[in-house]
Each structure stands twice: as C-alpha cells, then as structure tokens.
C-alpha cells in the first residue's frame, strides 16, 4: 500500500510540472493586482548645499531639563534652591546693615557717653558710702560676708541669705538669722572677716538675734579712700578714652583732617567729665571733714 501511495505523489508531480511548461504566462495589470506594493512617482528633490545644512551640536540636559522640575534634587535642583534661599539672607543683611553703619560711625560718640555715665553711676555710689554715718559699713558690705555652714565643705553662703541685716541706729546692726543652726556659722564668718573682726553678741530675749557694732573710720582713712577712688575714676575715664580713639584709627577710609576731629571731639568729652570728677571728690572730701568736726 504504501509503494502505491509514493507511485500516486510522483505522477501528480510530474502531471502539474508538465501543465505549467505548456501554460502560457498571463501578466495583470499593475491595478489588478493589489497584492503588490504601489509604485510611487519619482518626485524632484530641492538640491541643498552644505553649507545651508543644520549643524548638529551635542545634546546638553542642563538647558533643556528645567532645575526645578529636578524631582532626584541633585546638582540642578540645588542651585535653584540656593539662589531662592539665598535672596532672603541678602536682602536682610542689607537691613541689618544701615543699623551697623550708623552703629560705626566715627564721628558718633554716644557708645562712649553711655560708657561714661555707667562708670559715674558706679563711683558716685562708692563714693556716696564714704559720706553716711557709719562708713563704708552698709547693708550691701555686711550681707555679703561668706558663711559656710559645714567646715567640711567649701561651699559659702552669703550672710544676707541666711538672715536679715538692719541698721539699730548709729554704727550698732541688727542680724536676724532665719535658722537657730545658722546662728554659729554667722558669728564665726564675722570674726575671721577683716572688714569686722570683731564677734557678735547674742540678744538675750531673741536668740537669732545678733547685734554688732562697726568701729569709726578716721577721717585721714575716709578722705584718702575718696582720693583713691577718684583716682581710678580719672583712670578708667582715660582708657575708655583710649580705647575709643585706637578704633577710631583702624579705619583707614578716614582722612588726617577726619581723625584731627575727632581727636579733639574725645578730648573735649574727657576733660568734661574731670571736671565732674574733680567737682564730686570736692564736695566728698568737703562733707567727711565736716562730720568730723
């Protein structure tokens, strides 16, 4: 069967072979046969030299990618952000810096006027103490005496905060201690100070009380202490002075004309508070040697 079934394929082959050599070929029209792609019509180029052709230049992101839309925040993204950032600072600094301009002006002289009348608010009110009856004995001096209320520890308390300091009249003070075992670590401190030296007595009705009395100063001791801190005013008023004038010079957009001026501006504020020196020590001296008599 399978010898009839190979017979049968090569007579059909040979039959159709034979049939296609003895067929004619028929060609169809272009248009019947639209199987077959369309031939277009041959159309004229421009022709175009070289030198009107585009030149092609190498992609660049940076121009093309906008810096905001960077979502990664890299180089592009930052840059934007420091030029956003940084247009607020600027515009403060501008403010901030018209206050600091006038702040340095050379010619300006009321940072050392307000120098000046901090330091005679201070030695006025040194000074005022030599004139009260009891000295330089006060409220403030005794209060600040150190008291240490364990011997083993080098922690110190100020008097004022373990009692109450009042004047009795004359040169005799009142100590009211808060605490009956703060009494004795109160007249111990007094003792060993050398402002006092002397020891507390007890008040036989109040046993936190303690009374004590402070030994006139001598005359020749007051007015020289008065002396002495007239003489450190002058000093202090003179470096102030200095100090000012050595700034002044540091700025090299002055002219010789410019620092001449104000040269002669800081003297004349100077010599104008030694005369209120010399005035307030005048008047210091003049009332101790009055109260002595």
């Given at each position: ?234 000093n202090k008023l003179r470096d102030e002075t200095h100090k000012q004038e050595t700034h002044v010079k540091k700025n090299k957009s002055l002219l ?38």
């Amino acid at each position: 069967m399978n010898s009839l079934r190979v017979a049968n394929s090569l007579v059909r082959s040979t039959v159709t072979a034979a049939v296609l050599r003895t067929t004619p070929c028929i060609l169809l029209p272009q248009a019947q046969r639209p199987w077959l792609p369309q031939q277009l019509p041959q159309q004229t180029l421009p022709l175009r030299s070289f030198s009107h052709s585009p030149s092609l230049s190498k992609r660049n992101r940076k121009e093309e990618e906008p810096e905001e839309d960077d979502p990664r925040g890299k180089k592009g993204g930052k840059k934007s952000n420091k030029k956003e950032k940084g247009g607020a600072p600027a515009q403060q600094q501008q403010q901030e810096a018209q206050p600091s301009a006038a702040a340095e002006d050379p010619f300006n002289l009321d940072p050392l006027i307000a120098l000046f009348q901090k330091t005679e608010s201070h030695y006025t009110s040194q000074l005022a103490l030599l004139r009260s009856p009891t000295g330089r004995f006060n409220v403030e001096s005794i209060g600040a005496i150190p008291v240490s209320l364990d011997k083993k520890s080098t922690v110190t308390y100020r008097l004022q905060e373990l009692a109450t300091v009042a004047p009795l009249g004359g040169r005799r003070w009142s100590i009211l201690a808060f605490e009956e075992a703060s009494v004795k670590p109160i007249i111990s401190a007094v003792l060993k100070s050398p402002d006092f030296n002397q020891q507390p007595q007890r008040n036989e009705e109040n046993p936190l009380e303690l009374t004590m009395t402070v030994e006139p100063e001598k005359v020749d001791d007051l007015v020289k202490r008065a002396k002495d801190l007239c003489t450190e005013w002058r000093n202090k008023l003179r470096d102030e002075t200095h100090k000012q004038e050595t700034h002044v010079k540091k700025n090299k957009s002055l002219l010789k004309d410019d620092l001449f001026k104000i040269k002669e501006a800081l003297k004349k504020l100077q010599d104008e508070r030694m005369k209120v020196v010399a005035n307030k020590e005048k008047e210091v001296v003049a009332a101790i040697q009055s109260k002595a008599k």
